[in-house]
């Protein structure tokens, strides 16, 4: 592992996370309250730097936006980041934001029309956390991927916190990744991200196979991310899995 010197990461959010956060080394979590060891809790981390926007300035001045033929959705976020976006030290501010970005995203209300019956409000609760604490990785401008924690990889973690079997823990990834299926809710993820100084990609093809999103910044070449990825993910897949909490029999 690659660390920087940091101190250990707290944030109290508003919604209580599950404690099962804690089977995974370097995060105690405590009802609102998460504190995050970065030396045991990354597999690679090379930055503590992140680029964040004011979430209410997001929902007041994009979210309700529309494109145009002059100006598609991605074009709104760009500008809405070079004109918003800033760079933060602060490890709490992103994972705050990322909360409000996930809480807005992973709503309720979209339970009725998505399709999906086996996907429930509690589904959506484990959507909502391990997305927010995805947003502390990061890839930089020229695809290297400069942090990795094990909620990259989605399906591992979540069978680990929630004890999901395998099905369920793909199944909540294809959600997460999927943008929910359909147009406007991409262009609502899109407009979303802005808040975390990009846009969601994930190394994923058609179905999950653990390589994980990142809110990328907007020119970051994915074909180095691809290749930096493809390197590095088996044996950190591995390293999660050997927390799994196997039942008494």
């Not at 680029?51 to 529309?66: F, G, R």
């Not at 484990?126 to 927010?132: H, K, P, Q, S, Y």
């Amino acid at each position: 592992m690659t660390t920087i010197d940091t101190t250990a990461i707290t944030v109290e959010l508003p919604e209580a996370f599950d404690p099962r956060w804690s089977r995974l080394p370097g995060i105690q979590v405590d009802g609102r309250r998460i504190t995050i060891d970065p030396a045991e809790y990354f597999f690679r981390f090379e930055s503590n730097t992140w680029l964040v926007a004011d979430w209410e300035l997001v929902k007041a001045q994009l979210l309700e936006v529309k494109e145009t033929t002059e100006s598609a959705v991605e074009q709104l976020a760009l500008d809405f980041i070079k004109a918003h976006g800033a760079s933060t030290s602060d490890a709490a501010r992103v994972l705050s934001t990322a909360y409000e970005v996930y809480a807005y995203l992973f709503r309720d209300e979209h339970l009725a029309g998505l399709g999906l019956p086996q996907i429930t409000a509690v589904h959506l609760r484990m959507l909502r956390e391990a997305a927010t604490l995805m947003a502390l990785n990061k890839v930089e401008l020229d695809g290297h991927i400069s942090n990795v924690g094990p909620c990259w990889f989605f399906p591992a973690a979540t069978s680990v916190v929630f004890d999901l079997d395998d099905e369920t823990g793909r199944m909540l990834d294809e959600v997460y990744h999927g943008g929910w299926f359909n147009e406007h809710r991409r262009i609502e993820s899109i407009k979303a991200h802005a808040a975390l100084g990009g846009r969601l990609v994930h190394g994923c093809q058609s179905v999950p196979d653990q390589s994980g999103g990142v809110v990328a910044p907007y020119g970051a070449s994915m074909a180095n991310f691809r290749d930096d990825l493809a390197a590095f993910k088996a044996g950190w897949i591995e390293q999660i899995y050997a927390h799994r909490v196997t039942p008494a029999a």
